[in-house]
């Protein structure tokens, strides 16, 4: 199984960015897939999740009206759209897909909030 997220790097206050992440080597339908972040110094916290056929999405508070979690079934891929990032944004973030006891994780990508 392999997550490979992209999309991370340097993004302007106020600005947007949009991330990826592709599945391979699952049933990725089968999944709910979920976007997770660490913060320099911080644990690692929930971002976003979607359910397998997308008719459900949670969001931190934190990122509530910025942030909007999609997934394409077709191309086995989840998407995390980043409107209006603020520096506390500024974090590794990680892709993670969920079905039982299946729980993979991507190797993270960066993401730099400059003002």
């Known amino acids: 199984v392999q997550l490979a997220e992209g999309g991370g790097g340097v993004v302007q206050l106020g600005g947007a960015l949009r991330l990826s992440c592709a599945a391979s080597?699952?049933?990725?339908?089968?999944?709910?897939m979920n976007w997770h972040r660490q913060p320099p110094g911080k644990g690692r916290e929930l971002v976003a999740a979607i359910t397998r056929a997308s008719d459900r999405s949670i969001y931190a508070d934190s990122v509530k009206g910025r942030f909007t979690i999609s997934r394409d079934n077709a191309d086995n891929t989840v998407y995390l759209q980043m409107n209006h990032p603020n520096p506390k944004d500024t974090a590794v973030y990680f892709c993670?897909?969920?079905?039982?006891?299946?729980?993979?994780w991507g190797q993270g990508t960066q993401v730099t909030v400059s003002s």
């Open positions: 993670r897909a969920v079905h039982g006891q299946d729980n993979y």
């Open positions: 080597g699952l049933t990725y339908s089968r999944h709910a």
